[in-house]
């Protein structure tokens, strides 16, 4: 199962509702663009980190993650006492959807496997909180325990808020000129951007891989090593063909989104117990409706035009961000 150190409350379970929520990461700002986006969140990359909150009555019980030595952790150890919302946000947190009910949370955060070490593309606290996302559904259907609607509305929590420590304002400089530079070539920064896919896909395959023989975890060897190798192959195709799939982006996407739809639907149907694979099975169906969107909308030169000019603009704007916080944060001091 992995090193377990932390452990919730033994009154989580009688909280109002559980619900995850995230925070970036701090000093990466002028990065958020790259991965900050529906493909980081397609392959668990964001730079961001997942907590588990537990609330009652409108205030914090308790919450824990899962952090990068392996082990699960609560904030409040670290100096980041949360006890309302306000200092939920104040901590650089936001909630998202849905909620779970909080005994289904509990007993979720038993059964999970942590894995057998921290790996940051095949085992971090995004494929974590996945895997307790999953769980908790599974017991709530089981249970038939239906996640309540909690007891405050406090609309602030699910605003993104910005990082608690930006990066340096010089990176942010340099995010507004590479920002600058690209809305100058948008296709050529689009053609960049690609290559990154398909490094950060290839490097993923290789993770899996290296996670699944040096783990040992044998009830899902086969699995991992099955989309490691695809993963890989779709690197490598993807960065042979940069300059195709740039003007044939769509439609190239759509039949890549498609294969890895279908294989992950094929293995989630021909795994036992079925409902333990029911996160995979959804996770094709997702795939395929997607690709099937792409698909429909597969004009390549003004898809790959349009993908350079919105990363370009999205660089000027974090590295606008970085300088600003950093300002402010002076002025506080």
């Known amino acids: ?3 377990v150190e932390a452990a919730v409350r033994p009154e989580c ?9 995230q925070r970036n990461l701090d000093k990466l700002s002028f990065l958020y663009p790259l991965v900050n986006n529906k493909l980081g969140a397609l392959l668990h990359l964001q730079l961001r980190h997942d907590q588990l909150f537990f609330m009652k009555a409108g205030e914090v019980v308790d919450e824990i993650g899962y952090g990068d030595d392996g082990m699960r952790f609560h904030e409040r150890d670290l100096g980041k006492v949360m006890r309302r919302p306000e200092d939920i946000t104040a901590q650089g947190y936001w909630f998202v959807e849905p909620r779970f009910n909080a005994q289904a949370a509990c007993e979720a955060l038993g059964e999970v496997e942590d894995g057998a070490y921290y790996s940051l593309f095949s085992n971090q606290c995004q494929d974590w909180a996945n ?23 406090y609309a602030a929590l699910y605003k993104e808020v910005a990082p608690t420590v930006p990066a340096a304002w010089y990176f942010g400089m340099i995010a507004v000129m590479v920002g600058l530079l690209g809305l100058g070539a948008p296709l050529i920064t689009g053609l960049h951007y690609v290559k990154l896919v398909a490094l950060l896909l290839f490097a993923i395959g290789a993770s899996d891989l290296i996670y699944a023989f040096s783990s040992r975890a044998w009830g899902t060897f086969l699995s991992t090593v ?12 993807v960065w042979i063909g940069d300059h195709f799939l740039l003007t044939n982006s769509n439609g190239v996407l759509a039949i890549v989104l498609a294969v890895f739809g279908f294989a992950r639907i094929g293995v989630a149907v021909r795994s036992r117990p079925f409902i333990a694979w029911i996160g995979t099975f959804l996770t094709g169906i997702l795939l395929l409706i997607t690709a099937w969107i792409a698909w429909m909308h597969k004009d390549g030169s003004a898809a790959a035009w349009l993908l350079g000019a919105a990363l370009s603009v999205s660089f000027i704007s974090a590295g606008v961000s970085t300088i600003w916080l950093n300002w402010r944060l002076r002025r506080l001091g």
């Open 226 to 237: 099955f989309f490691g190798l695809l993963s890989m192959a779709g690197g490598v195709a």
């Open 1 to 3: 199962m992995g090193k």
């Open 13 to 21: 379970a009688g909280a109002d509702y559980a619900q995850f929520a």
């Open 131 to 153: 895997r307790v996302r999953v769980k908790t559904e599974q017991v709530e259907k089981e249970q038939d325990l239906p996640p309540p609607a909690g007891h405050e509305s």
